[in-house]
C-alpha cells in the first residue's frame, strides 16, 4: 500500500511539469466538438448566439431580433419571441417520448434513493404551479426559496418559471436574518422552505428558525413548508401549508404560460463591494440559451447515455445553472445528493459515482483539496471506471490538485475543464472545449465561441503579457440584465470604468502565448471561500453591529484548504477587555448574521487600523501583515505608528 502510494505520488509530482494535456484520443473520438470550425462559425456572435437558441430552445413565438444593443448596458436577447421556461425543461422531452428518462437519481443522507422521471417532475411542478396561483402568487411575483437539496428544490424552481413568478433561491447555509432579508429587499409575496434540514447527521429546525426573521415581511402572503425530516415546526393559520397537502388539493394541469424572452425567470442575491448584496437578474430566453449551449459543448453532452452530477448547492449559480436549467433543457440525467463529501464517510462521493454510473464529474478546487487531503485510499475503494470527463468552478485550481483530480479521480483518461464564469454571466465563459483544445493546469483556458474577452490596463489598454482586468467586450445571451431595483448599482459595478459596452468582471487575470487565460484573484473587496462569494463589508457590518466591537476590516488570506480563509481585525470599544470568549462569540455573531460560511477564521483585536488621513481603512496594508509581506506603499496612511503596533499583534499561527 505504502509503495503504492510513494509511485502515485511520484507519478503526480512528475505531471507537475507537464505544460498541456491534449485531449486524449478515445475521448476525441467521440466528442461533440472536434473542429475549430465552431469558432469561425461564431464570428458574430449575435448570428451564432441565434442559431442556439434556435436549435437549442422551443419558442411559443419564434423572435426576430437577436441582440438589441440600442442602449447600452441595458442589452437584450430575443427580445420578441416567447417561451416558457419549465417547458422547456420538462414538456418537450415529455412529448417527444421522453417522459420516463430519469431527470435526477436523487441520493439522501441516510442514503435513500428516488429516482424522479421527466414525468414525474413535469407531474409535480403542474400542481404546484397551481397551488401557487391558487393562492394568489402571480406573474412577476417575486418566490423565496429556501430548501436544502432535495428534489422539491427543483419541482419549486421550475413551478415558479412556469407561472412568470421569478424566483430568489437562498442557499440552505446562509442565517435566517440574511434570508429574510433578500425576501424583504426582493418584496417576495411566497417562501417555499422545509420543515427541517438534515446535515451530517444532525437535524436543524428549518422552518422554525426562518419563522421570527420573516415575521414582519408585509408582502410575503404565503409559506409553503415541504416536510422533509418530520421535525415539528410552526405553521401560520392562513399564511402557511405543507407542500404535500398543497399539492394534493392542486389541480394537476397547468399549461406553461409563454413569457417574453425578457422576462426575469430569477433574481440570486450575491455578494459585491458593499455589505448589502446585489440582486442580480437573469431572464428567461437568454439565459436558457447560454446555459443550454454551454452545457452540451463544455460537458461534450450525450443525453441518452451521459449521467451528469454537479456536485454544487442548488442555492449558488452553479446549481441554477448546471443542475437545474441546463441538464434539464439539455434532457440529461444527473445526479443530485443532499448531504456532505464525507458523511457517512469520505468515499460518498465516489460511492455515488460507482453506483449511478457517472460519466461527468463536476466540482469546485477546494472540494478536490479536500479529498486530496483525506487521501487517495478513499476513491480507491471504488470504481471509476464509468468516468469520461471532469470539471471545475468557483476559483482558480492550483496545478497539485489539478493533477491529482486527473490522475487519481479520472484515471488519467478524463479531460478536464476548468471553467471560469460567475453568477452575473449566468453560463461558462472561458473554459476549453474538451475534444478540441489541450488542457493547462491552473488556467481556465480560451473564450468560448460566442465569448469576446479582454485583458486591459487601468487606462484601457491591452495587457498584454502582463496582468490585467478581465472584461467582457461584447453581450451574451445569459448576462445579467440589472441589479433588482437598482439600475444605477448595475452601470457603476460593471461598466463605469471602460464604457457601457465593456462589462468588468472584478477579476484580474493574464494571457498566455496561445491565449490562455488565467485567473488570478479578484480586484475588489470580494473574497472566495472554498469558492463562495463573501464580501469584506458584510462580514464588517456583521461585525460592528456587535456591542463590543467599535471598528472592524476584514480581510481574505491565502489558506490552503479553502483557497482563501476570512480574517477579521478588530477593535473593540472603550472598557471591552479583548478574550478567547470574545473572540469565539464574535465568529459565531457572524455565523449568527450572515451564515457559518462567513464565520472568520482567525480575529486579530487590535488598538487601530491603519486609515488613510481622509479614514479610510487601508485594507492592503492589513493584508500585507496578515499574510507576513514586506509592506506596500505606506505613504498615505495618516497615522504611520499604527502599522508597527499592527505588526507587533500579528503573530502568524
Ligand atoms: O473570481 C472568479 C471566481 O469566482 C468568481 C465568481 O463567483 P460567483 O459569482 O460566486 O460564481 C462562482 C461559480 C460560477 C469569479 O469572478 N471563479 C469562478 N470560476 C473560476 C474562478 N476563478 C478561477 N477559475 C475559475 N474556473
Given at each position: ?8 505520488d511520484r507519478?503526480i ?21 472536434t ?7 461564431a464570428?458574430d ?16 413565438t ?15 436577447w ?6 416558457n421556461a ?14 420516463d ?28 404551479a ?24 427543483v419541482?419549486?424552481?421550475l ?14 447555509g ?13 418584496n ?8 427541517g ?7 436543524t ?12 415581511l408585509?408582502d410575503?402572503?404565503?409559506v ?20 404535500d397537502?398543497a ?14 424572452a ?5 433574481l ?8 448589502k ?19 452540451s ?13 454537479c456536485?454544487?448547492?442548488v ?29 457517512p464517510?469520505?468515499d460518498i462521493?465516489?460511492?455515488?459515482i ?15 483539496r ?7 485510499e478513499?476513491?480507491?475503494r ?34 478536464i ?8 454571466t ?40 502582463d496582468?490585467?482586468y478581465?472584461?467582457?467586450?461584447a ?22 470604468t ?5 462589462y ?30 463573501l ?5 464588517e457590518?456583521?461585525l ?27 477593535t ?11 473572540e ?9 448574521r450572515?451564515?457559518k ?10 488598538a ?15 493584508r ?28 502568524r499561527?
Amino acid at each position: 500500500m505504502t509503495d503504492l502510494h510513494s509511485s502515485l505520488d511520484r507519478h503526480i509530482e512528475d505531471l507537475l511539469d507537464v505544460p498541456s494535456f491534449p485531449p486524449p484520443a478515445a475521448f476525441v473520438r467521440q466528442a461533440v466538438v472536434t473542429d475549430d470550425g465552431v469558432f469561425d462559425a461564431a464570428a458574430d456572435a449575435e448570428e451564432w448566439w441565434s442559431e442556439q437558441a434556435r436549435t437549442r430552445i422551443d419558442w411559443a413565438t419564434p423572435f426576430r431580433t437577436g441582440c438589441n444593443d440600442s442602449n447600452p448596458p441595458f442589452f437584450t436577447w430575443f427580445e420578441d419571441g416567447t417561451l416558457n421556461a419549465s417547458y422547456n425543461c420538462l414538456d418537450r422531452h415529455v412529448e417527444a417520448g421522453r417522459g420516463d428518462r430519469v431527470a435526477f437519481h436523487w441520493h439522501g443522507e441516510e442514503g435513500e434513493q428516488r429516482t424522479i422521471t421527466y414525468a414525474e417532475l413535469l407531474a409535480d411542478v403542474q400542481r404546484l404551479a397551481n397551488a401557487l396561483r391558487e393562492r394568489g402568487v402571480r406573474k412577476g411575483d417575486v418566490v423565496g426559496i429556501y430548501l436544502p437539496m432535495i428534489p422539491e428544490v427543483v419541482v419549486a424552481m421550475l413551478a415558479c418559471a412556469r407561472i412568470g413568478a421569478p424566483h430568489t433561491v437562498v442557499f440552505g447555509g446562509f442565517a435566517p436574518s440574511s434570508v429574510a432579508e433578500r425576501l424583504e429587499v426582493s418584496n417576495a409575496v411566497a417562501l417555499i422552505t422545509v420543515d427541517g434540514a438534515r446535515r451530517k447527521g444532525r437535524t436543524t429546525p428549518t422552518k422554525a428558525a426562518v419563522d421570527d426573521a420573516i415575521a414582519d415581511l408585509s408582502d410575503l402572503h404565503t409559506v409553503v413548508v415541504v416536510r422533509a425530516t418530520g421535525v415539528t415546526c410552526p405553521m401560520t393559520d392562513g399564511r402557511d401549508v405543507f407542500y404535500d397537502a398543497a399539492l394534493a388539493a392542486a389541480d394537476p394541469v397547468c399549461p406553461a404560460d409563454p413569457m417574453p424572452a425578457e422576462h426575469p425567470l430569477f433574481l440570486l442575491y450575491s455578494s459585491g463591494s458593499t455589505a448589502k448584496p446585489k440582486g442580480i437578474v437573469h431572464t428567461t430566453g437568454g439565459y436558457l440559451t447560454g446555459v443550454a449551449t454551454t452545457h452540451s459543448l463544455v460537458f461534450d453532452l450525450k443525453p441518452d447515455t451521459d449521467v451528469f452530477w454537479c456536485t454544487a448547492d442548488v442555492g449558488w449559480i452553479t446549481g441554477h445553472s448546471y443542475i437545474v436549467y441546463g441538464p434539464l433543457a439539455n434532457g440529461a440525467t444527473s445526479v443530485m445528493f443532499e448531504g456532505a463529501p464525507d458523511y457517512p464517510d469520505k468515499d460518498i462521493w465516489w460511492e455515488l459515482i460507482e453506483r449511478y454510473g457517472v460519466t461527468i464529474f463536476y466540482t469546485a478546487p477546494t472540494a478536490i483539496r479536500a479529498c486530496m487531503k483525506w487521501g487517495s485510499e478513499y476513491p480507491a475503494r471504488h470504481d471509476l471506471s464509468s468516468l469520461r470527463l471532469l470539471g471545475t468552478v468557483g476559483e482558480p485550481i492550483n496545478p497539485k490538485a489539478w493533477v491529482w483530480y486527473h490522475t487519481v479521480i479520472g484515471g488519467g483518461r478524463c479531460p478536464i475543464v476548468d471553467t471560469w464564469w460567475q453568477t452575473e454571466t449566468g453560463a461558462i465563459m472561458i473554459s476549453t472545449l474538451p475534444g478540441l483544445q489541450p488542457a493547462k493546469p491552473g488556467s481556465a483556458g480560451l473564450p468560448l465561441p460566442g465569448v469576446r474577452a479582454a485583458l486591459l490596463t487601468p487606462s484601457g489598454e491591452d495587457a498584454g503579457d502582463d496582468p490585467g482586468y478581465l472584461v467582457l467586450t461584447a453581450p451574451w445571451p445569459a448576462m445579467l440584465r440589472t441589479l433588482h431595483g437598482d439600475d444605477q448599482r448595475y452601470v457603476e459595478t460593471y461598466f463605469s470604468t471602460f464604457g457601457p459596452r465593456t462589462y468588468v468582471v472584478g477579476d484580474s487575470a493574464r494571457r498566455d502565448r496561445d491565449g490562455y487565460i488565467s485567473i488570478i484573484g479578484r480586484i475588489d473587496d470580494v473574497i472566495n471561500v472554498s469558492g463562495h462569494r463573501l464580501s469584506t463589508a458584510e462580514v464588517e457590518s456583521a461585525l460592528v453591529s456587535h456591542a463590543a466591537v467599535a471598528e472592524a476590516a476584514a480581510i481574505g488570506v491565502h489558506d490552503e484548504l479553502t483557497g482563501q480563509a476570512i480574517v477579521a481585525f478588530v477593535t473593540l470599544r472603550a472598557g471591552v477587555e479583548s478574550s478567547a470568549e470574545l473572540e469565539a462569540t464574535l465568529r459565531e455573531h457572524v455565523a449568527q448574521r450572515i451564515g457559518k460560511l462567513a464565520r472568520p477564521q482567525r480575529m486579530i483585536f487590535v488598538a487601530d487600523l491603519p486609515k488613510t488621513r481622509s479614514g479610510k481603512i487601508m485594507r492592503r496594508l492589513i493584508r500585507d501583515v496578515a499574510e507576513g509581506r514586506e509592506l506596500g506603499d505606506v505613504t498615505t496612511l495618516g497615522d504611520p505608528t499604527v502599522m508597527a503596533a499592527l505588526q507587533a499583534q500579528v503573530v502568524r499561527p
